[in-house]
């Protein structure tokens, strides 16, 4: 199955909303080793400016990859998972992610390179609030092997 | 803390990594690709070995770009390409990822670039890997 021909410039529907929690933010920074105080103690995050404690840099990433797996798994893009490396990614921050933000990610296709069998599709997820407050932009290259035959 | 004026060198900040690492990580980002946890699967696909996540060695560049600039909410911008993988093995000493920067003008106000060179072994595992961050004036 070949990858759909016009899929640059196609945006893709927005993630079901996405709960931030104090917990998981600090699972996240537990996970990577993140010992910032701002992590994990809501005083601290506070006296720094923020409502809520903070999310490390690559957070962004948990609501993104939502965004980023339905894209892939969308039957008209056609995408075949197993033939997907994920080569690239990088993140624009308009501030940092904080406990008690509800998130949605929408994901649309930059542009499709094609390179020695493989494509090189290049997305961008806009990471909001529900209430429309932009968050973060997640840029992510997905190289895709053309499959035997194709 | 080192001053993060143009020309300055940053690091190298150093991070062990091991299997039950990537197991936490893979709970804590929801990315469960059986690459980063399976031997059979990661062979299977031709890898060496299991593989750490891309995202958890961007996430560790972040850490110690984080501390060089004096708080996780400093950081801006972040990024890489992930050029080759980093393999870690089943035992209690897995591998050592090493993060240092160079600090590099903006042309915002108040912001810098820190370019990172990101290794294990002698491999670099990112490419054109680098962060923006805020500093004080």
């Given at each position: 199955m070949p990858l759909a021909p016009d899929l640059a410039g196609r945006?893709?529907?927005?993630?079901?909303?996405?709960?931030?929690?104090?917990?998981?933010i600090a699972a996240f920074a537990d996970a990577i080793g993140a010992d910032d105080p701002l992590h994990r103690d809501p005083e601290a995050a506070r006296a720094a400016g923020h409502p809520d404690v903070v999310a490390p840099p690559t957070y962004p990433i948990v609501v993104a990859f939502r965004a980023m797996t339905a894209f892939m798994a969308d039957p008209d893009v056609g995408i075949e998972l197993r033939n997907v490396v994920h080569s690239e990614q990088r993140f624009e921050a308009d501030r940092p992610i904080r406990a008690g933000d509800v998130l949605t990610a929408t994901i649309s296709v930059e542009s499709v390179r094609q390179a020695a069998g493989t494509a090189l599709i290049a997305t961008r997820s806009a990471i909001r609030t529900v209430d429309g407050e932009p968050v973060c932009t997640a840029y992510a290259t997905l190289a895709h092997r053309a499959p035997d035959g194709d | 803390m080192v001053p993060l004026e143009p020309g300055v060198s940053l690091g190298p900040a150093h991070f062990r990594v091991r299997r039950s690492?990537?197991?936490?990580?893979?709970?804590?980002?929801?990315?469960?690709?059986p690459i980063h946890?399976?031997?059979r699967v990661a062979t299977e696909v031709g890898l060496p070995g299991v593989i750490a996540h891309g995202m958890y060695t961007l996430g560790l560049a972040g850490r110690a770009v984080a501390g060089w600039a004096g708080g996780t909410d400093r950081v801006v911008e972040l990024g890489g390409r992930f050029t080759k993988p980093v393999?870690?093995?089943?035992?209690?000493?897995?591998v050592v990822v090493e993060v240092a920067g160079e600090v590099k003008p903006t042309d915002a106000a108040g912001r810098v670039r820190i370019d990172l060179t990101v290794t294990c072994g002698d491999q670099k595992v990112l490419g054109m890997a680098r962060a923006v961050v805020v500093r004080d004036e």
């Open positions: 945006e893709f529907p927005a993630t079901a909303p996405y709960d931030v929690s104090r917990s998981q | 690492d990537l197991v936490r990580y893979a709970g804590a980002s929801g990315d469960f690709n946890w399976s031997q393999v870690v093995p089943d035992d209690e000493d897995g």
